[in-house]
């Protein structure tokens, strides 16, 4: 159950975000999405899906692309969402100082810290070529995998979707009375 919920970045603290872009991604042609799809799913990813956690990714996903003008469209999308999750055990060693031969002093202490490390990743897929044009990630230190804070969750999601370029949404077409 633990990889269950995953990092849903039942975040505690600071959420380090980042994106990049393919150099030869024209974004100005992705208007339409719709939600990929594994032909292989793992029991893990589809649980995710299925959750609660995993239907707050979704929703506020598609609610940020569809802010920007890109609009859901199941049968003939421009590009496909995918996104998971991943845990990792991380260990931090910090040494707080350094003998002295003037003094006499012995080193200072030395701590370390387990942590669990979660990360959600956003991609953006072409359904031509099968390749990410744009993944967002959003790292933090996940406190219970297993309920996941999900006001931190969506605020997680909303930081990565605020690293997609801005200039797609001025690619949408524009509505006309």
Known sequence: ?????????ALAGCVTVRSSTSPSANLAHYRTFAWYVSPTPTVQQTAFERSPAGGLVRERIARDLHARGI???PDRPDFFVAYHTRLQQRIDVNDW????VFWGAPPGPVSIDEYTQGTLVVDFIDPKTGQIFWRGTATAVVNHPENPNMQKLATAVDKVMKKYPAEVASAAPRQTM
């Open 71 to 73: 609009r859901e469209s």
């Open 97 to 100: 100082g350094y003998p002295t």
């Open 1 to 9: 159950m633990r990889t269950l919920l995953i990092p849903l970045l």
